[in-house]
């Protein structure tokens, strides 16, 4: 694996530090912001729909400049963003400052799984992708719990620091180590909108939203599940992010590894044994040892779908991969936000913090029948037409074999 994909873990580690440590810091913030902690899940949820508004238009703008450059510019904002959440006087100007670190996250993931794609062959592009992303997994097992530490310990607004920190330490790794490659040739945005003309793209974006909305359904809410329900104490809220981060970079490294082979199989087995675990949950949540081995098997199997899914979207649109690819991950923010806007109203209407446990398994179960679905459309296309599958929609309008349209004029990898 290139060394380039060092710098973009490190950047993902950032980003993905930013993201989760907000779980476990929940009702630090709410406390010193006077507000619940169904509003304070906001910041969860602004987050998430920043990432979703945030991708394709940061995405539309890089297309003017290099990969390389637009990844610095993408940090550069990510800096600043957390930079205003820690400082931040009002519970709205926190909050505006978690949707500015946000626009960052889509794009980068996208151009970055695009980036990381074009620097192995072929047979080898899930594997980079989950290399990008295990920056994001490990941040899971030490970034967030060393988040959370220092926020319960020494005040959440240094946390924000720390991880504006880290972010200057990602636009170091992307300056030094991801090559200057010149800007892609032929890429115009009617070509990148193409893509969504494929039924296949669209359906690998909503079991995108579905599973992992399924994962942030429970996660969101993890802090008072944990300490109201299995009698955690706060401080043990740490070690629990570790066991999920834990669990994360496993099934990422898994779902990277088995996604070049076995893609489709590789989806169904991972979201229906989500959808399984998290209606367990509601039970196993009220024992110690039952909601930790929980916690593990739901960031595995729910990371599992991650380098998958972003493969499918990259294979289903691959004569215009960026735009997609950037959308895709917006797309697991909107499962992030919808699932945490679920979970909050679950709650507040009195049903218990595990409540959200169901929300998520029935989310998860939605996009294992997505799955399915999908894979009946794919062997009928095979059927009919075996040159068909992943081809963009002009070209198979057009029934070109070689790629002789503009959406065939941007290879993913070489």
Request: aromatic share 8%.
């Amino acid at each position: 694996m290139p060394l380039a994909l060092l710098a973009l873990a490190i950047g993902a580690f950032g980003i993905g530090t930013t993201e989760f440590v907000i779980m476990g810091l929940l009702p630090d913030v709410a406390a010193d912001f006077h507000v619940s902690i169904p509003t304070a899940g906001f910041l969860v949820t602004g987050y998430a729909l920043g990432v979703v508004l945030g991708a394709p238009l940061m995405t539309v703008l890089g297309t003017r400049v290099t990969r390389k450059r637009m990844l610095m510019v993408l940090m550069g904002l990510f800096i600043v963003g957390n930079v205003v959440s820690a400082l931040a006087p009002t519970f709205g100007v926190m909050l505006a400052g978690r949707v500015i670190a946000s626009l960052a996250h889509g794009a980068f993931f996208g151009i970055g799984s695009v980036v990381a794609a074009d620097l192995v062959a072929p047979q080898k592009k899930a594997g980079a992708i989950a290399m990008m992303f295990t920056g994001l997994t490990v941040a899971n097992v030490v970034g967030v719990p060393l988040g959370t530490y220092i926020g319960q310990n020494f005040g959440w607004r240094l946390t924000f620091l720390v991880v504006a920190g880290l972010g200057a330490l990602g636009l170091a790794g992307v300056a030094k180590l991801v090559p200057e490659q010149p800007k892609p040739r032929g890429v115009r945005i009617r070509h990148e909108l193409a893509a969504f003309r494929n039924v296949q793209v669209l359906l690998a974006m909503a079991m995108t939203v579905l599973g992992f909305g399924g994962v942030f359904a429970a996660i969101t809410y993890i802090t008072p599940m944990m300490t109201e329900t299995a009698g955690y104490a706060t401080s043990s809220v740490t070690w629990l992010l570790v066991l999920f981060g834990l669990g994360m970079v496993g099934g990422n490294l898994l779902g990277g590894r088995f996604a070049d082979r076995h893609l489709m199989p590789m989806l169904y087995v991972s979201l229906g044994a989500l959808a399984v675990v998290l209606a367990l949950f509601t039970l196993t949540a009220h024992n110690k040892v039952g909601a930790a081995i929980t916690i593990v098997l739901i960031g595995g199997l729910g990371f599992a779908t991650v380098p998958p899914l972003q493969k499918r979207v990259l294979d289903q649109a691959a004569g215009a991969p960026t735009l997609a690819s950037a959308v895709n991950i917006g797309a697991f923010n909107l499962g992030n936000a919808l699932s945490a806007w679920l979970g909050g109203i679950v709650i507040a209407a009195g049903f218990g913090y595990t409540a959200p446990n169901w929300v998520g398994a029935v989310l998860a179960g939605s996009a294992l029948l997505l799955a399915a679905f999908s894979g009946m459309l794919e062997r009928r296309t095979v059927t009919r037409d075996p040159l068909a599958v992943g081809r963009s929609p002009e070209t198979v309008a057009g029934g070109g074999r070689g790629g002789s349209g503009p959406t065939a004029s941007v290879p993913i990898s070489r």
